[in-house]
């Protein structure tokens, strides 16, 4: 039964959503409410890579990410669920000799963070993955703390435990509209009943616009498509997590066995749908073969579409609202797996204390109106920041 | 008792499958992702019905009310050899 | 060889082998007939495990030899996870099989079985939390257990598939009694018309049927499998009739496209009338040891009996819910197989009369009336079968349980409607409960087996459920196109009117 009144409420019942409630409730904070218009993680909190990584190109990301790293590997213990996190380390392949220079100058920077990543020659990786293409391979870089997670898993493990710390989730109830009196958030109505409420975080995903709008904010972001593709099961053959910055493209070898990889299609369009395209899949079933050509006879069993609200950086966005009071952002994620853990906490610290914490005060919003997005070039996804010059 | 499976391609049991509603994933989406029926190789063509059934009789819930889990491409697991064409959809219209 | 499985006189269908030939199971030599399907000739030899389950082990036999189950899948010339029901022999083929180990026959991994209650769905999320260390070792033994068949070799690079567009007139998806039927009517008309077939002939799984009947207008009985020959035939002479077999049609994408693969070729089709016919899968009942070798889907039996020419076995007994079952115990008494019995799970007042049921009646074969199977006997293949009575006046104690020893078991299962590619092309269904055992998602068809516009379903995928009703349909289907495309004649109305009287009758 909803209550008439909560604390806080937490519009998006995902990994981000239920990472924030669970942190509250740990810390005491009073009474919680996650709103999910579907079943728990029914968005991109499912239907993502799985991918755990902190070797990124840049200050920002690395000081978040390795934060979260460092929470992932106390995780299952933490929330009492096994959320799976495999161990396998997180390769980026580098196919040319120019992307072999950036791998080099990448893992500079990251020892600089003090990241434990390696520099791999053409033969340590093929020593590593035999059955990669020898001719899509120059190097590349390993985290070998890196590796993947059941997301599925996660989004349990961190439902579970919000709840019995006395976090109220309901899921099958669709957030219909947020009430603003004089610059501060009164209320939320929901498909069920309103609640009223002076903090509302906006932790809804691929809908994070929609809901931004019903305060009548406009965020930088735009929806995109990314679909995967899932095989058949085969015995193990690639044991790390692969990125590759040359098809980009990104891939790992499931539980199962089954090879699960996503890619980039540059000519695909911002949607919300989650239906599947054909350009998509051919342009991925071209790109996994050119990598591994024994993948060709290796059968497509499955394949799905999630959305993703996607800043024009890739960064999040993590924080308050300068015109309206008691509405925060949670959104904005495209490596949203990977920095849930971090993102919950820190932003549960945020909205305890009232300061910033430091790992998360970069991905602002208002870093977009100053014109000064984070830039980070080791990032799969390509960034939109120079060729379309903050078309957001 | 002998094991009655339901789920082939991996095994799942009908008790393993009474298990798991009982535990609380009783939403046919999070049944199929905790437990991994219909999405073996055989993608819920030898198990469909029969999951249906026993999450019907067990949820209480009356089969006409059930939502079937959204059906996507591939129909049958194709090689992905086969889908690696030479051009892309759309790389005709460019030119 | 024990050529003794190998049918050579049948009453109904003349079985003319190919030239022999040799291929390789796992380093060892076995005969085979050139034309027939991989488990075919291993079956014929004297293989009964096919495979292991995946995650228990459990020793797995040919099931459906449709190309649906997973309980075939072997490594052949270097190919992971190949369906061996589906693909044809050729000489000198290296078979190998999967995820077994010393072999199919005694693996060791099967001790799974007996520890399962350690590792029931999901136990690793609940348990191997603390200590990190003990999870460690535990993920690296997780890993190395995962999956089925080998990754091929990456030393010959996959040749570039070409890909072709086609914006046919009618495309009709399936070349089953119904796709056949539709065609047909389309093609009188003069419509361009493209059928797309998975296998390599056209008739769907009547080809593998000997059961008689008459259809609408034929005036005389013939076999099933008569009936879809002469359909093909009939098919071949319009030229604006083409035909791709071979090929799979497996998905409906987001721009609208329906995307077919083929021998060497990938296949985008924007068409401007599509009918859907791509008939069912049977599904089984579940029930304890439901997946012992020597368990047949009827289909599968079928295929094996009149596609191939091999027995499954010698005694047989029949699970069905319907007056199916008698008719595939007619086909497999014919196939010189002793059928000890049948059991059917309604009542001997509801289940009716039909000309298989007295042929079964009057070769005194068993008729269990409300049973149904309990279990299978057997730890490697099937040694017997326990039926149980159901609660029925006729019964004076259900539950009665009635062992009979055999070494197959056929299932004659619910179908249930091949509609994915509506579904992905977002349809809508509703369920249709037959009887308390068996209900169908069926797709929203409107009139004139239309679904929307310029859209049809016809046959098992629409929810059709015998083998007249699917002709008409795919009659209306066909005629409906024609007209939907401006190109019927005013006859189109006529038959049309005629076909829907015969579908109501």
Redesign the interface.
């Known amino acids: 039964m909803i209550k008439s009144n909560y604390d806080i409420v937490i519009i998006g019942g995902g990994v981000q959503g239920l990472a924030l409630a669970y942190n509250l409730a740990k810390n005491k904070f009073g009474s919680i409410a996650v709103i999910e218009k579907s079943?728990i993680g029914?968005g991109a909190s499912?239907r993502n890579g799985e991918m755990l990584r902190s070797a990124f190109a840049s200050n920002e990301w690395i000081q978040f990410f390795d934060k979260s790293m460092q929470l992932w590997e106390t995780l299952?213990?933490e929330l009492?669920?096994?959320?799976?996190f495999?161990?396998?380390g997180y390769l980026v392949l580098a196919s040319t000799s120019k992307e072999f220079e950036l791998c080099r100058e990448n893992v500079n920077t990251q020892h600089s963070f003090g990241l434990k990543t390696k520099l791999l020659n053409q033969r340590d990786v093929l020593k590593l993955i035999p059955?990669?293409?020898p001719e899509m391979v120059s190097g590349g870089t390993l985290q070998s703390n890196g590796g993947f997670a059941?997301h599925?898993?996660v989004v349990?493990?961190y439902a579970g435990a919000a709840k019995r710390l006395g976090v109220d989730i309901f899921?099958y109830t669709e957030v219909t509209g947020i009430q603003v009196e004089a610059g501060t958030v009164r209320s939320v109505k929901t498909s069920k009943s309103e609640i009223s409420t002076s903090l509302v975080v906006n932790a809804a995903g691929g809908h994070a616009g929609d809901v931004a709008g019903m305060v009548g904010v406009s965020l930088p972001s735009q929806t995109y498509r990314l679909e995967m593709?899932v095989?058949?099961?085969?015995?193990?053959?690639l044991h790390p997590m692969l990125a590759s910055l040359n098809t980009l493209s990104y891939m790992h070898?499931?539980?199962?066995?089954e090879f699960v990889g996503g890619a980039e299609t540059e000519?695909l369009p911002p949607a919300k749908?989650?239906?599947?395209?054909?350009?998509a899949?051919?342009?991925m079933?071209?790109k996994?073969?050119?990598l591994?050509?024994?993948?060709?006879?290796?059968?497509?069993?499955?394949?799905?579409g999630g959305i993703v609200d996607m800043t024009p950086d890739i960064a999040p966005v993590i924080g308050p609202v300068k015109k309206i009071e008691g509405f925060i952002l949670d959104c904005g994620w495209v490596y949203g797996f990977v920095g849930a853990p971090a993102a919950g906490e820190l932003l549960a610290q945020y909205i305890m204390t009232g300061k910033m914490p430091p790992e998360i005060q970069p991905f602002n919003v208002e870093r977009f109106e100053k014109g000064e997005p984070i830039i980070d070039r080791s990032l799969v996804v390509p960034s939109e920041t120079e060729t379309e010059g903050g078309a957001a | 008792m002998s094991k009655k499976i339901v789920c082939f391609c991996h095994d799942i049991t009908e008790t393993d499958l009474i298990n798991t509603i009982e535990a609380g994933y009783d939403h046919i989406e999070m049944l199929k992702r905790f437990t991994g029926v219909f999405m073996g190789p055989c993608q819920g063509k030898m198990c469909m019905q029969n999951v249906l059934k026993i999450f019907a009789r067990e949820t209480g819930q009356p089969i006409e009310s059930l939502r079937v889990p959204t059906l996507r491409p591939p129909a049958e697991p194709i090689p992905l050899g086969s889908l690696a064409t030479e051009t892309l959809r759309g790389d005709d219209d460019k030119e | 060889m024990t050529d003794n499985l190998r049918i050579h006189h049948h009453p109904v269908v003349n079985f003319n082998h190919g030239k022999q030939i040799s291929i390789r199971f796992n380093g060892r030599p076995v005969p085979a007939y050139e034309g027939e399907t991989i488990a075919a000739a291993l079956y014929a030899s004297g293989i009964r495990i096919f495979s292991r389950s995946m995650k228990y082990h459990r020793p797995r036999g040919l099931y459906c030899l449709s190309g649906h189950c997973s309980q075939c899948l072997m490594r052949v010339n270097g190919e992971p996870n190949v369906r061996v029901c589906q693909t044809i022999v050729k000489e000198n083929m290296v078979i190998e099989s999967q995820n077994a180990w010393p072999s199919l026959q005694f693996d060791i991994a099967a001790i799974a079985g007996k520890l399962d209650f350690l590792i029931r769905p999901g136990f690793y999320y609940r348990y191997l939390i603390k200590p990190r260390w003990l999870y460690h070792i535990w993920e690296r033994f997780l890993r190395n257990a995962a999956g089925i068949g080998k990754i091929a070799d990456n030393s010959k690079p996959p040749s570039p598939v070409k890909r072709i567009q086609a914006s046919p007139q009618v495309l009709v998806i399936g070349g089953g009694i119904a796709g056949m039927s539709a065609a047909l009517n389309a093609v009188r008309s003069g419509a361009e018309v493209w059928l797309v077939e998975k296998e390599g002939k056209l008739g769907g799984r009547l080809q593998y049927d000997t059961r008689e009947f008459e259809l609408p207008e034929k005036g005389s009985k013939k076999y099933a499998f008569e009936y879809v020959v002469e359909m093909a035939n009939k098919l071949a002479n319009y030229t604006c009739f083409h035909l791709l077999t071979n090929t799979t049609a497996f998905g409906w994408y987001e721009e609208d496209v329906i995307a077919a693969t083929g021998p060497g070729k990938f296949w985008e089709f924007e068409p401007q009338c599509t009918i859907i016919a791509t008939g069912s899968y049977e599904t089984p009942p579940v029930f304890e040891n439901n997946d012992l070798p020597g368990i047949f889907l009827s289909t599968g039996i079928q295929r094996l009996m009149h596609r191939d020419g091999v027995l499954p076995g010698k005694q047989t007994v029949v699970i069905s819910s319907s007056n199916e079952g008698y008719v595939i115990a007619k086909q497999l008494y014919e196939a010189g197989i002793s059928v000890l019995g049948i059991a059917e799970s309604r009542s001997g007042q509801s289940s009716n009369a039909c000309p298989e049921k007295d042929f079964i009646l009057s070769k005194n074969i068993p008729v269990f009336h409300s049973h149904k199977i309990k279990s299978a006997i057997g730890k490697k293949q099937v040694k017997g079968v326990v039926l149980e009575s159901l609660p029925d006046p006729a019964n004076s104690n259900p539950g009665t349980e009635t062992k009979i020893a055999c070494d197959t078991i056929c299932i004659s299962g619910s179908r249930a409607p091949a509609n994915d590619l509506l579904f992905q092309h977002g349809c809508g269904g509703t369920y249709i409960i037959n009887c308390p055992d068996h209900f169908i998602r069926k797709p929203e068809v409107n009139n004139y087996m239309s679904v929307s516009d310029g859209l049809y379903a016809a046959g098992e995928a629409g929810g059709s459920n015998n083998i007249k009703q699917s002709f008409i349909e795919g009659k209306i289907a066909g005629l409906s196109a024609t007209k939907y495309l401006g190109i019927g004649d005013r006859l189109t109305d006529e038959k049309l009117n005629i076909a829907v009287e015969q579908l109501q009758r």
């Open positions: 079943y029914s499912s299952s213990a009492d669920f096994n959320v799976m495999t161990h396998c059955a990669l293409n059941r599925d898993a349990w493990a899921p593709i095989t058949e099961p085969l015995k193990p053959f070898q499931s539980t199962r066995g000519t749908s989650l239906k599947s395209t054909l350009v899949t051919q342009d079933a071209r996994f073969t050119k591994f050509p024994g993948l060709a006879s290796a059968r497509l069993m499955r394949q799905w």
